[in-house]
Structures are given as C-alpha cells and as structure tokens.
C-alpha cells in the first residue's frame, strides 16, 4: 500500500525554484533515509508533505488523500527547530500530548525520558539545546502514527545517544508505519534504512533500496552519498 505518494510535485520562492517536478512513493513498512546537501530541498518537501507550505504545482496524497486534518492524524512530525512552550515543565508537555493526540503513548514516552536520563518534572528553559531536542524526539515516536518524519533529529546529541535513538526506532517500529528521517549524520542511520532517496538542486536524483546500492556500489550509502554530489 502506497501510504505518501507527491505527484509532479514542485515549489518556487518567487523566482527561485526550490523543488521541481518531484515524483515519489513511500509505501508502508519502509524506513526512508531523505538525503541531500544544505538547499537542495529536503525541508521544502518535508513541509509541503505536513501541509505547512502549498505547492506551486503537483500534489501531496497520504493515504490517497491531500494533506489536512485527517493526515496530521496519522502523521508525526519532528521539525528542525524545537517548538515548546519554555515554561513549563516537560510532564505537562506530555500531559497536553495525550490529551492532543489520541494515539500517543505516554507509558512509552515516560520509559524513554527515564532511558535518556531525563527528569519530568524540569522545566523546558532550564533544559541544554541537545536536551530539549531527545524530549521533542520522544514525544514524536511516542505517537503510534502511520507515518513518521523527522527532521534532523540526531543533530544536537552524543554517538551513543544516537545508537540508543535508533535501536528504539527498531525496536519499536510498527511495521504498517514508515519514517522518513532527514539527516546529514548518514554514518549513523544507514544501518536503520530500507530505501534512500537523495534529492540535489530541488530534483529527486535516486530513489533506491538500501541494500541494492551497498551491491551496486559496493560501498557504504554515506560514501555513495559524497559520490554521486561530487559528479551532480
């Protein structure tokens, strides 16, 4: 089943073309690495994809339908940026999480703030940049949504947290559900992927498994990654 499909998708800043004429499809039970330098489009589809910008042309379907209310529904978005409310605490960011989303599992967001050493009860201000990042991931994958994407969501945390981040994605992870993450950290979640897609200049430049590019290329996806934007 074909769970996001973007159709001749394209977006312009005024005269600057950010993405053009993109065409792809994310089916279910995938884990999408969405790859590219700074300004090659990445964001731009991430947030034409959650509704937060029209396209020019083309169109964005999740789960047949155009993005709306019912697709932030089975949607859970990581965005680059964090989004708190700075004072308050991080249990009453939990507590307005499940009285917001009918699929959000606080049971399994308390275990993760516990694994990632993190207190409930301190205040979003008091928190470092890095941990207010690990709170907004594990309120993100704390939904049991059909479709995850996140935005650079390792940027701000240590090697070993990341290791924990994407075992806990593994482990987790609902096999009728996708995730797409965003990420320059390619080293560290290539071993997670199913399926990359690197974008270049606002055009899809390859869409392919994992593991047929490792046989292709014999090499690593981070070193297909500087390969193939070396020769662009």
Do not use: W
């Amino acid at each position: 089943m074909v769970l996001l499909e973007c159709k001749d998708l394209s977006k312009k800043y005024g005269k600057k073309q950010a993405l053009a004429d993109v065409n792809l499809e994310i089916p279910s039970g995938r884990i999408v690495g969405l790859l590219g330098r700074n300004g090659s489009g990445k964001t731009t589809l991430i947030k034409l994809i959650n509704n937060l910008l029209t396209p020019t042309t083309g169109e964005v379907l999740i789960n047949g339908k155009k993005p709306g209310v019912e697709s932030k529904n089975i949607v859970s978005y990581l965005p680059e940026r964090t989004y708190f409310s700075r004072n308050i605490s991080v249990k009453k960011t939990l507590e307005f999480f499940e009285d917001f989303y009918k699929d959000f599992d606080l049971k399994r967001a308390q275990k993760l703030l516990k694994d990632l050493d993190l207190d409930e009860d301190q205040r979003i201000s008091a928190m470092s940049k890095g941990m207010q990042e690990k709170v907004q991931l594990v309120l993100v994958m704390s939904r049991r949504a059909k479709l995850y994407i996140l935005d650079e969501p390792l940027g701000g945390v240590d090697p070993a947290t990341r290791d924990y981040i994407l075992d806990t994605i593994l482990t987790n992870f609902n096999e009728k559900a996708s995730l797409i993450i965003s990420t320059h950290l390619i080293s560290d979640i290539e071993r997670i992927l199913d399926d990359v897609v690197l974008i270049d200049k606002g055009r899809i430049v390859l869409h392919e498994e994992a593991d047929v590019l490792r046989t292709k290329y014999k090499t690593s996806i981070d070193a297909i990654f500087r390969k193939e934007l070396k020769n662009a």
